[in-house]
Each structure stands twice: as structure tokens, then as C-alpha cells.
């Protein structure tokens, strides 16, 4: 493969990486859970969100995570940036931006997961919209930044 269709691939595998995971809690959040609540029962329901949101979870951390790093490591390293480029107007603070929300998105998911274990359903659910509204700020940064 040459190069430019090597880094055609680490580019699909990022975005597709991406758009999984926020189809994913798009999918979780407006289709499948408010069937659960609608057709199950309180332990039915309980037991199933549950478990929704252990896979989901846990395709994030063996999945999504690795993948979305290694490949916009793998962009950002190609396309030269630097410490110090992430200051520069432009795609440098673009990138800079959508690291550090992706960075709250990462946090306020895991957040989520703790505040369900630990039975605390406001909390959970806040952080569940904060992580979902976050991934789709950073799916719109990425949209302002050029193809590496």
C-alpha cells in the first residue's frame, strides 16, 4: 500500500472509530434505553441498562480508546505537530480545543459509569449528556480540521 493510501486508512479508522462511539450514545440514549424503560420492568429495565452500559463501556476502553489514540497520534505525528504548534492560531488550537474536550468527554464517561455503579442516577445521567454533548463538540472541531 503506498503512503497516501496507508494514511487513508488511519484516517477511516479514526473517524469511523468516532462516529461509532457517538452513534453509539446517540443509539443508547434516544433509541434503546427509552425502549427499556417503556417495555420492560424496574428490574428488568435496571438489569438490562446495566449491562448496555458495561458492553459499551467496555468496547470503549478495549476498542474505541486504543484505536482514537493510535490514530490521531499517529495523524497528529504525521502532519508535524508539536507541543508547540497546539498554541498557533488555527489547526493547532483547533486541535488543541478537541483534545482537551475529548479529554472531559473521556472523564465525564467514566464519571458516568462510577455514578451508575454507585447508584446515583442524577449524577449519571448528567455526566451522560455532558459525554454526549462533548463527543458531538468534538466531532464538529474535527470537522474544521484539514485531512492529514
Known sequence: MDTVGWWSLVRFAHVAGAALWVGGQLALSLVIL??????????????????????????????????QLATGWAMAWHRGVSWASLAEPGYGRTLATKLALFVVVMLAAAGHGIAHAKGRADLARALAVVSLVGSLGVVLLATALPAT
Request: cysteine-free; glycine content about 12%.
Open 34 to 67: 427509552p425502549l427499556a424503560r417503556h417495555l420492560l420492568g424496574p428490574e428488568a429495565k435496571d438489569s438490562f441498562t446495566a449491562a448496555a452500559g458495561r458492553r459499551f463501556g467496555m468496547l470503549t476502553g478495549t476498542v474505541f480508546l486504543p484505536v
